[in-house]
């Protein structure tokens, strides 16, 4: 644990900051805030890291994680009073902040929002950003917590906006702390109340080598997924239709994991806007499996996205982001269709294999498939070159074999002359 101790902020006196040097997938920071008689008023340790999607140059989109925030300041933040709210401010890069404001009333306090800026002319981290300068995402959240309760969440949350994907986890919070003591009353968000009554779906697991130059293992097979149904409805009117067998490839910590999913457990959700239309999973450990299709060039469709969030078998939190994919590629008003087995590759450690697979996520008429580009089109297209090379090959043959024929008998004519 590294500490740092910073001048005093007004209002609210000495700042001891605590970082917790955690994996490079998240940033891991605990705060002690006192006020000017040195008593505890605000403490707050949490993990976070942020995904931003942004414009480039050439019109293209790309995705960035921020998920070392280097040596960040902490200026602005203050423990507040029954007038004021208590806020965390964080500073770091070029131009990033992070900014979390508390209000109090009488029996409880709240976290009332959530702030995050973020600087596109930093050209080390958005070096073909299209438009340069600083953004900024407002969450209202309104959570309300016991007075003299520390707020607790290990589980993931996100926040989803304007192309920019906050998480957290590992939260632990407490605002207009009393007594300068911290509680051992524990609020729990929704999902650590429930997490453990859930029975976790087993999966193939194959522990690490105890060498960390070992490559990871690979897990044992896994028996085919059961085939699911899946619709999206705009109203009245079913906008997004998906049939697939569905089978996880997780690496997580060196431990890969093989997880079919049971559509029998599984719920769905979804949108259908005009370029774009999106189908979510979830069950009982998939917070959500997210497939986002788009329109290319006004006349086909394609997954272009894959975000998932889920709890492994050890109960901790796998999560990833990718979109900048370009499978399951038909032209619009129709289906894709692949009875065979196919991987979609979102990350080094994260594939989805699909079973049995047709999608439409767009046009969709009287809540049935319309005609289907099959992916065996793709391989009878290298069949193509190869058929007609080899017909050649048979006309090249045979003439030549007419020629030595006829060569022959030629011969044969002046012997017996």
């Not at 740092?4 to 007004?10: A, D, E, G, I």
């Not at 699911?228 to 997780?250: E, P, R």
């Not at 590759?345 to 049935?368: A, C, H, M």
């Not at 580009?373 to 190869?386: H, K, S």
Request: proline letters at 4%; a neutral charge; glycine letters at 6%.
């Amino acid at each position: 644990m590294v500490c740092f101790r910073l001048s005093p902020v007004p209002g609210s006196g000495l700042v001891l900051l605590c970082l917790v040097l955690g994996a490079v997938s998240s940033y891991a920071l605990e705060l002690n805030l006192t006020d000017s008689e040195k008593a505890l008023c605000l403490y707050a340790k949490w993990q976070m890291n942020f995904t931003i999607r942004y414009e480039t140059t050439s019109k293209s989109y790309k995705t960035v994680t921020i998920s070392n925030l280097g040596t960040p300041t902490y200026n602005g933040s203050i423990c507040g009073d029954n007038q004021n709210g208590s806020r965390i401010a964080v500073q770091f890069g070029s131009g990033f902040s992070w900014i979390v404001n508390f209000t109090k009333s009488v029996s409880v306090y709240s976290i009332d929002s959530i702030s995050f800026s973020y600087n596109t002319g930093d050209n080390t981290t958005f070096p073909d950003a299209k438009d340069k300068g600083i953004l900024t995402v407002n969450e209202s959240v309104a959570f309300k917590i016991p007075l003299n309760d520390i707020f607790r969440c290990n589980s993931l949350s996100t926040l989803v906006k304007n192309g920019v994907v906050q998480n957290y986890w590992d939260v632990h919070v407490q605002a207009f702390v009393q007594n300068g003591t911290v509680s051992t009353n524990e609020y729990l968000c929704e999902k650590d109340n429930t997490t453990t009554t859930v029975v976790p779906i087993v999966p193939t697991t194959v522990p690490s080598p105890t060498t960390t130059s070992s490559p990871t293992t690979t897990p044992s097979p896994k028996e085919k997924p059961d085939v699911g149904s899946y619709l999206v409805k705009n109203g009245s009117d079913t906008c997004l239709l998906a049939t697939m067998g569905l089978q996880l490839n997780v690496t997580h910590d060196k431990v890969a994991s093989v997880i079919n999913i049971n559509p029998n457990v599984t719920g769905y959700s979804g949108s259908c806007h005009p370029q774009t239309a999106l189908l979510r999973l979830n069950s009982s450990n998939i917070k959500y499996l997210d497939f986002v299709f788009a329109v290319k060039n006004e006349n086909r469709f394609y997954l272009k996205e894959v975000n998932v969030s889920m709890y492994l078998a050890n109960g901790s939190v796998f999560s990833f982001a990718n979109n900048n994919l370009s499978y399951w590629d038909a032209p619009l008003g129709s289906s894709y269709m692949c009875n065979k087995e196919q991987t979609v590759s979102v990350s080094g450690e994260f594939q989805i294999n699909t079973f049995d697979l047709r999608v439409q996520p767009f046009n969709v008429k009287d809540g049935k498939y319309s005609t289907a580009q099959d992916c065996r089109a793709d391989d009878d297209n290298f069949l193509v070159p190869i058929a007609v090379g080899a017909a050649l090959a048979g006309v090249l043959i045979l003439v030549l074999l007419a020629y030595f024929i006829g060569l022959k008998r030629h011969h044969a004519g002046y012997e017996q002359f």
